[in-house]
């Protein structure tokens, strides 16, 4: 058991030891641009889901999305809200799949996911999901090469495509 130095909580450090550096993890390139671009071309609202663990992991979590992104109300902020798929003040219960949370809570037409349990679970649940070739906690992976971009730039085309054909138009161009 490790004990969280600022908030004295106990928890198992098999995992979450070392997420709570996550507020130095570095930013891929180009996920801002091409985040900022989908934002203002087609008027998206941005949501992050992250799996982690609220209790212990929130405020590292913040910090780093804020960091890099900014998070919240704010012409700045290109994340509009962040949830916790094991908040069960958010999702009725104490942990739901992704898929299920984009679905039913946050009625999201795309997924951008590192995880590939959880972006087939987004599959599943109707979400045209995305993963990158090199996701960083990925080693390889069998998702589709439709679905698999190997950075960023490529990822835009592949989710404007996507909301092409899901009905959505761009109210701008870049």
Request: glycine content about 10%; hydrophobic content about 35%; proline content about 2%.
């Amino acid at each position: 058991m490790e004990t969280d130095k600022e908030t004295g909580g106990k928890f198992d450090d098999g995992f979450y030891g070392a997420q709570k550096y996550v507020a130095n993890y570095l930013l891929i390139p180009g996920a801002r641009e091409v985040l900022a671009r989908l934002k203002h071309e087609y008027g998206a609202s941005l949501h992050a889901l992250t799996a982690r663990d609220k209790g212990n992991l929130e405020d590292v979590t913040l910090r780093a999305l804020g960091e890099h992104f900014g998070v919240g109300e704010g012409d700045d902020n290109l994340i509009d809200e962040l949830h916790f798929s094991g908040d069960p003040d958010f999702i009725g219960e104490t942990q739901a799949d992704k898929g299920t949370i984009l679905r039913d809570k946050l009625g999201a037409h795309i997924m951008v996911e590192d995880s590939i349990a959880n972006a087939i679970s987004s599959r599943k649940a109707n979400v045209a999901t995305f993963v990158l070739g090199r996701a960083y906690n990925q080693t390889g992976h069998d998702w589709s090469p439709e679905a698999t971009a190997p950075d960023w730039d490529n990822l835009y085309t592949l989710i404007s495509q996507s909301l092409d054909e899901q009905g959505f138009k761009k109210i701008t161009v870049a």
